[in-house]
């Protein structure tokens, strides 16, 4: 168990809907991490935030949003989705100064 | 942007035996962290190994060692004594300033 977080585990949704994916991270870390894993491909950096701020952005989509609150969780928002979004969405966190990441167990998302 | 390239997509070894991952990295950085991270069919990331750049001294965890080449930017992993458990995707990963990228993964099946 990393202490990450996520929610839902599974979600099957049709297209042109909209999801929220919450990850709580570990106690006291500041930074969140979402990555989203197509199958059989690698992950793919979206968007971190510390402590409440954006911090990097990667390829992440104009109907993808994030936010991180005040409690640290994060929350990533998912609009008008296609059916190439069917993904593992992961969030991870981190401790400052070791570099390492934490991973969730991952959110699947399957888009019909 | 850093780029992390992992140039074997799928190996196989035998049960007992050694084999080495490769991964080669582009970063202008000097201070950064490199890690292996193994994915079992779960889907769960698991931390593998991780290296400081500013350290000489490759890093090892039981069966597993790296051989870090900073000046050639390469990052290799060697999994010694081979098991049955150690079959699951691979993935290099390079940590700057800022976000963690990630190879494509390279498919590691251990034969009985």
């Known amino acids: 168990d990393s202490g990450v977080t996520q929610t839902p585990k599974h979600l099957i949704t049709a297209t042109g809907q909209r999801v929220t994916l919450r990850c709580s991270p570990r106690?006291?870390?500041?930074?969140v991490y979402w990555y989203q894993q197509s199958l059989d491909q690698g992950l793919q950096f979206l968007i971190q935030?510390?402590?409440?701020?954006?911090?990097a952005k990667g390829n992440i989509l104009e109907r993808f949003s994030a936010q991180q609150f005040p409690d640290l969780h994060s929350e990533l928002n998912l609009s008008s989705l296609e059916l190439g979004d069917s993904a593992l969405y992961f969030c991870a966190s981190s401790v400052v100064g070791t570099g390492e990441l934490f991973f969730g167990e991952g959110s699947r998302l399957t888009v019909l | 942007a850093q780029t992390v390239t992992q140039s074997q997509p799928e190996m196989s070894v035998q049960e007992a035996e050694t084999v080495t991952l490769s991964c080669t990295y582009d970063t202008s950085e000097n201070n950064y962290y490199l890690f292996w991270y193994k994915q079992p069919p779960s889907r769960q990331m698991i931390l593998v190994i991780r290296?400081?750049?500013?350290?000489?001294q490759n890093a090892t965890e039981n069966r597993f060692s790296v051989n870090f080449q900073k000046a050639a930017k390469s990052f290799s992993l060697k999994i010694s004594d081979s098991q049955l458990g150690d079959t699951a995707m691979y993935f290099c990963?390079?940590?700057?300033?800022?976000?963690?990228?990630f190879g494509a993964g390279t498919r590691l099946t251990v034969k009985p």
């Open positions: 290296q400081e750049a500013y350290k000489q």
């Open positions: 935030y510390y402590n409440g701020e954006e911090r």
């Open positions: 990963a390079f940590m700057g300033n800022n976000d963690m990228r």
């Open positions: 106690s006291g870390d500041l930074s």
